[in-house]
């Protein structure tokens, strides 16, 4: 699995719909707020592109995590939130069968914090997102995620 920095993503406003999830419910609650989203833009599940998986302030003690899911239809009846601009460790992922996401995503994540963040000159921000864009659909489909991250001090 290879990883890349992205210097200097700008700001970028998401809507959507946000929970408290864990590593425990995450799979039940992706598709349950996936749902619900596209509900409110009255869309059919997978229409709108790009969309976002985005999680933050995880809890190494607990696993819980605030879970935002969107894309960049606005629409009264959802909330914003914004990935703010900075610096990001990027990987692009395939699924590992079919359209099955979960097992490259844990393991794209696993790679990121056990091996490439321990020996990089980087910590992490404690947010993440995945990226659903064009290349997410088709024969040989694809998603990036990208992991917030700035430069040690120590």
């Not at 610096?87 to 490259?104: A, E, H, N």
């Amino acid at each position: 699995m290879k990883f890349s920095v992205i210097e200097q993503k700008e700001d970028k406003i998401v809507c959507g719909l946000n929970k408290h999830s864990n590593d425990k419910t995450q799979t039940k609650d992706i598709p349950h707020l996936s749902k619900r989203y596209y509900e409110a833009v009255s869309k059919n599940s997978g229409e709108v592109l790009p969309f976002f998986v985005i999680s933050r302030n995880y809890n190494i003690n607990t696993k819980d995590f605030q879970l935002f899911i969107g894309g960049l239809v606005e629409n009264n009846n959802l909330e914003t939130f914004t990935i703010p601009k900075g610096v990001y460790g990027k990987v692009t992922i395939k699924p590992k069968m079919g359209f099955i996401w979960g097992l490259s995503i844990g393991e794209a994540k696993r790679a990121f914090y056990m091996e490439w963040l321990p020996k990089s000159e980087y910590t992490s921000l404690n947010m993440e997102y995945e990226y659903h864009s064009k290349i997410s659909k088709g024969k040989h489909p694809q998603i990036d995620i990208y992991f917030a991250i700035e430069r040690r001090t120590d």
